[in-house]
């Protein structure tokens, strides 16, 4: 019985909807966090009658035909990367990309990963880091020495020094963009790599025509929506009880079946 198979594919594509859903909500407060949905497509058709096919009575070709679906199954968990809010800190530190663009980050590993999540710092070194200690990539040392620290809309890094009035640039904070930021591998810590889906990387200061600027003293919030996802799931939650209740009723068929005389 096809429907057993069936509505066992629909359970299980309906767990990883949860799952994804839940992700979401679990990360309703992560800085810069964009959510994520899955995409599901029908499997295979059987053919028991073929559309177009000859009637062997008549020699009529048969306009409908028939097919029966075999089930469901999970085509991608994709991300939303549209804009999420926007949360002034007061924090020097904290930058939220206002537009298009991830900032760049040196990893351990020689890499470069990338975030939408502002909320910086400064180390020991004076380097400006992520809440990992992951320097921005170009690194920029803020001199210790230093008063005041000012970031501009277009990523130039100014500070006041002790005894002098006048700010001193010591930096530039360039951002990335790419042709299809969904396609980027996120690998945790608010960071993500550049793929072959993805593209490559296109570096320039923030405010070139496609980038957005920057905003400091903010961050950008998570783009969950609390009642799209709660909507969501409670869809998800009566879809797998369906699908489970299908399971039922063929088990039930069967049973019928079974004790025929």
Request: proline share 5%; glycine share 12%.
């Amino acid at each position: 019985m096809r429907a057993l198979s069936i509505a066992a594919s629909g359970m299980q594509a309906q767990q990883l909807n949860v799952d994804v859903i839940s992700h979401n909500i679990a990360n309703m407060n992560t800085t810069g966090y964009k959510r994520q949905r899955a995409e599901f497509q029908d499997m295979l058709y059987q053919n028991l009658e073929r559309p177009g096919s000859t009637s062997a009575a008549s020699g009529a070709i048969l306009p409908l035909g028939i097919q029966v679906g075999v089930g469901v199954r999970a085509d991608a968990v994709g991300r939303d990367t549209g804009q999420g809010g926007i949360s002034q800190t007061a924090n020097p530190y904290d930058l939220a990309i206002d537009g298009r663009g991830y900032l760049q980050i040196a990893l351990p590993s020689g890499q470069t990963g990338y975030t939408r999540a502002g909320n910086l710092a400064v180390n020991a070194d004076g380097q400006i880091v992520t809440a990992d200690g992951y320097p921005l990539e170009p690194a920029i040392t803020v001199p210790a020495e230093s008063t005041a620290i000012q970031i501009t809309r277009d990523g130039i890094v100014e500070v006041t020094l002790t005894g002098q009035a006048a700010p001193q640039q010591i930096g530039q904070i360039e951002i990335a963009t790419f042709i299809n930021p969904a396609g980027l591998e996120g690998i945790g810590d608010n960071l993500y790599l550049e793929t072959p889906a993805s593209g490559s990387a296109n570096v320039a200061t923030p405010g070139s025509p496609g980038f957005g600027t920057l905003m400091q003293g903010f961050l950008e919030l998570s783009n969950v929506n609390a009642v799209e996802e709660i909507s969501s799931l409670i869809v998800a939650q009566r879809a797998y009880e369906m699908n489970a209740r299908v399971i039922t009723a063929a088990d039930e068929m069967m049973q019928a079946t079974t004790q025929m005389r």
